[in-house]
């Protein structure tokens, strides 16, 4: 019996987010027998981004709308496995096998594309309290805020657009806290932030946060003074970048970077035959728009373990 004969699947593509997506829509568009899984209900970290305005054809539209206008496109071209993790993947001979929270699959060629996570402050209090007050995410838990005090800790484009977003749905006063003396973030989008009377503490450290039932306060150390003192708030929103989620790379022996991101080459090979990788899970840009195109070309590249190569 050949390996055609006892797979379940042609190409598994772990993750549908941009880069899944895309990867689905070009696999199926290729006769590829495509199975996604993501643990669970698609769309990544830009399923909650509240305005996305560089993805071009769109002006403007909120990262929920953009998601599940792909999530329809893609599922025409594959089968989509939601809620439904992948928690081991190994590779014998030529074949994989993917052991998920349900059962186990087996394919011939794997796309990484799981992405990032949010980066946590590692401070006393911030576990204690996750879901209490402290948040990673404006846009799911800002409404819960409206009329109160928050702080936001961060100082790139994501932390001051949350900011500018947590002012506009009516936060009382919202508190960018960043350890540096300048942002990181774009001109026009500090300017914005300052336009929209949001207060940006700089050199300011939180070194733990605190409540009981929910957040009360952060501790803070302001760097320029060094001075130590109790911050009253309501909520904290912690936005310091994000980490790719490389568990299962590390499984498969795939070669990563200092930071953790998925080495590849130019057509989105991973050092392990028949393992891809695309999105933000391979660093650079962490684009929306740079996934898709990634996913793309992870999809066609697989047809090369596939008997189906793409006529590059």
């Known amino acids: ?22 990867a689905a829509i070009y696999a199926g568009r290729s006769g590829i027998k495509t199975v996604v899984f993501d643990k669970i209900g698609g769309g990544g970290l830009a399923l909650v981004s509240p305005k996305i305005e560089n993805y071009a054809g769109f002006e403007s539209i909120p990262g929920s709308e953009l998601m599940d206008k792909m999530q329809k496109h893609a599922i025409k071209y594959a089968d989509f496995h939601f809620i439904e993790e992948v928690k081991k993947i190994t590779k014998n001979e030529n074949l994989f096998t993917i052991e998920t929270t349900n059962k186990s699959y087996t394919s ?34 800002g409404q819960f805020f409206k009329g109160k005090n928050v702080a936001v800790v961060g100082g790139g484009n994501s932390a001051v657009i949350e900011a500018i977003f947590l002012k506009q749905i009516g936060c009382k006063d919202v508190n960018l806290i960043h350890r540096r003396d300048q942002l990181r973030a774009e001109k026009a989008i500090e300017d914005e932030a300052i336009t929209k009377q949001v207060k940006i503490m700089y050199r300011t450290h939180v070194e733990s946060i605190h409540g009981d039932q929910k957040v009360d306060y952060l501790y803070l150390h302001d760097l320029t003074k060094d ?37 590849i080459d130019k057509q989105q090979r991973t ?20 996934a898709c195109a990634e996913g793309a070309i992870a999809a066609l590249t697989s047809t090369e373990v596939l008997g189906k190569k793409y006529p590059y």
């Open 1 to 22: 019996m050949s390996v055609w004969e006892i797979m379940d699947y042609e190409l598994a593509i772990i993750g549908a987010g941009p880069a899944g997506y895309s």
């Open 108 to 141: 011939k060629a794997v796309i990484l594309c799981m992405g990032t996570e949010y980066r946590k402050l590692g401070i006393p209090g911030e576990q204690e309290l996750q879901g209490k007050g402290v948040s990673y995410c404006s846009t799911c838990d």
């Open 227 to 263: 001075k130590k003192y109790n911050f009253s708030v309501d909520g904290i929103f912690v936005s310091i970048g994000e980490e790719p989620q490389n568990a299962l790379a590390k499984m498969l022996d795939t070669k990563l970077d200092e930071k953790g991101y998925v080495i």
């Open 271 to 290: 050092n392990i035959k028949g393992v891809y990788a695309a999105g933000d899970i391979t660093g650079g840009l962490r684009q929306i728009i740079t």
